[in-house]
């Protein structure tokens, strides 16, 4: 692909975000972000009955041109790809670079591969959320506890 195309095709993804806005009833709330650019994203995934498939998956966030269309890219690969949960852990960040255009996006990789790198740790908390249900283990939030509280906190929240 040409380096024009792949420009018109990230300002096109920056200018009409796809898969954009926060969902509801989200399985997975996921914050991501690059503190060298101020990049920030949230990624709202959704899991499919069987746990295998992503049922929906959303981003919202603010930051460069870069961040914000690779964020976009990749949900869509993502619907339009019907990948697996596993699929999608198995993506590859040079290819993701790649796809926006090595030359463009060269002194910002961090930028290119944030959306990328935030869907994967959805995924993983995801997984690891259900392999703790299957478990028959409780999460500490659905005990009221907060983090960072001790024995005496949590029992008073009780």
């Given at each position: ?6 420009i ?6 920056y ?8 969902l ?5 709330e ?19 009955e ?5 049922h929906?998956v959303?981003?919202?966030?603010e ?6 269309a690779a964020s ?24 993701m ?19 990328l ?6 995924i ?6 259900r ?8 999460r ?14 949590a029992?008073?929240?009780?």
């Open positions: 692909m040409d380096r024009q195309l792949q018109q095709i990230l300002l096109d993804h200018e009409r975000p796809r898969h954009r806005g926060e509801g009833d989200a399985d997975v996921m914050p991501g972000g690059n503190p060298g650019c101020g990049d920030v994203v949230t990624v709202y995934l959704k899991g499919s069987d746990h295998e498939h992503i929906d959303t981003y919202e966030g930051g460069c041109t870069i961040s914000m976009s890219m990749i949900l869509e690969e993502i619907h339009d790809g019907k990948l697996t949960m596993d699929e999608v852990l198995e993506l590859d960040y040079n290819e670079i790649e796809k926006l255009g090595r030359q463009i996006v060269a002194s910002r990789p961090r930028c290119a591969t944030l959306g790198g935030t869907v994967k740790a959805a993983r908390k995801y997984q690891r959320d392999r703790l249900e299957k478990a028959g283990v409780t500490p939030e659905d005990e009221g506890l907060v983090f960072g509280d001790t024995a005496a906190q029992a008073k929240n009780q």
